[in-house]
């Protein structure tokens, strides 16, 4: 893998990793289209950039995140049930790196979103704020976000909708969907690197460190913008993509 194609997956990477659309899914096509073979090391490519992008919240929500123990604590334990699957499956996760399994999950997805929305629109939204979401619905929300270990299914899109099933308003599902990615992704991504490091020359670290900036980069410019288009527009045009994009999967890749 050249430096330039290290920029380009960091740009998709960061514009992806908190659309609901699976940034894991958008860096495997892009990948194969690019002809970049999916070796150990460039899937903990994949992996590791994810960790500019979780540096962009920290950034984006640096008061928040250094002022509010409550909201770490909360934090903490919707990252239990990830954290725990997470370790026990390692193995079998690393397996599912298919593009026939994200093709999959990203047209089921993409169902789910639309249909969510047709039930968010009768629902009562209790949750409104960071502040108002208790420790049990934090639970569940990490219950949800395990479900995103499946290639495709999108972490910020499964604890997003799971935030939607709970009652939290379109922005407040969004923002703990990206401040749950801190814990989350600093784990995930440390301990692959950890397990695969071996696989890593010094040409890997190098596209490695350039695509880990380009996604912290645009990863800001993508959370900017899908607060601002949540305040006027619903998920069902990602929803849409989604379908759009497994159906893409499946021409190319069959």
Same mark, same amino acid.
């Given at each position: 893998?050249?430096?330039?194609?290290?920029?380009?997956?960091?740009?998709?990477?960061? *514009?992806?990793?908190? $659309?609901? /659309?699976?940034?894991?899914?958008?860096? +495997? %096509?892009?990948?194969? =289209?690019?002809? &970049?073979?999916?070796?150990?090391?460039?899937?903990?490519?994949?992996?590791?950039?994810?960790?500019?992008?979780?540096?962009?919240?920290?950034?984006?929500?640096?008061?928040?995140?250094?002022?509010?123990?409550? *909201?770490?604590?909360? $934090?903490? /334990?919707?990252?239990?049930?990830?954290? +725990? %699957?997470?370790?026990? =499956?390692?193995? &079998?996760?690393?397996?599912?790196?298919?593009?026939?399994?994200?093709?999959?999950?990203?047209?089921?997805?993409?169902?789910?979103?639309?249909?969510?929305?047709?039930?968010?629109?009768?629902?009562?939204?209790?949750?409104?704020?960071?502040?108002?979401?208790?420790?049990?619905?934090?639970?569940?929300?990490?219950?949800?976000?395990?479900?995103?270990?499946?290639?495709?299914?999108?972490?910020?899109?499964?604890?997003?909708?799971?935030?939607?099933?709970?009652?939290?308003?379109?922005?407040?599902?969004?923002?703990?969907?990206?401040?749950?990615?801190?814990?989350?992704?600093?784990?995930?991504?440390?301990?692959?690197?950890?397990?695969?490091?071996?696989?890593?020359?010094?040409?890997?670290?190098?596209?490695?460190?350039?695509?880990?900036?380009?996604?912290?980069?645009?990863?800001?410019?993508?959370?900017?913008?899908?607060?601002?288009?949540?305040?006027?527009?619903?998920?069902?045009?990602?929803?849409?993509?989604?379908?759009?994009?497994?159906?893409?999967?499946?021409?190319?890749?069959?």
């Amino acid at each position: 893998m050249t430096v330039w194609e290290s920029v380009l997956l960091g740009i998709i990477e960061g *514009l992806t990793e908190f $659309l609901p /659309v699976s940034s894991t899914g958008h860096l +495997i %096509l892009a990948s194969h =289209l690019l002809g &970049i073979k999916q070796t150990e090391a460039h899937k903990t490519f994949e992996v590791a950039i994810q960790l500019g992008s979780i540096l962009a919240v920290v950034f984006l929500y640096r008061e928040k995140l250094f002022k509010d123990v409550q *909201l770490w604590k909360k $934090l903490i /334990v919707a990252f239990i049930p990830t954290g +725990i %699957l997470g370790f026990l =499956l390692y193995k &079998i996760i690393k397996s599912l790196f298919s593009p026939y399994v994200v093709a999959f999950m990203l047209i089921l997805g993409g169902i789910v979103f639309i249909l969510i929305e047709k039930f968010y629109r009768r629902q009562t939204h209790t949750v409104r704020s960071l502040d108002d979401i208790s420790y049990t619905k934090a639970f569940l929300i990490g219950v949800f976000q395990s479900l995103a270990m499946i290639p495709g299914t999108s972490r910020s899109g499964a604890t997003i909708i799971g935030g939607l099933l709970l009652g939290f308003d379109r922005k407040t599902a969004a923002e703990f969907s990206f401040l749950l990615a801190v814990p989350t992704m600093f784990v995930a991504t440390g301990y692959d690197v950890f397990k695969n490091y071996h696989h890593f020359q010094i040409e890997n670290w190098i596209t490695l460190g350039t695509g880990f900036f380009t996604a912290f980069v645009f990863a800001v410019i993508a959370i900017k913008f899908f607060l601002n288009f949540l305040k006027k527009h619903t998920f069902v045009p990602f929803g849409i993509y989604r379908i759009i994009l497994g159906v893409l999967f499946f021409l190319f890749f069959l």
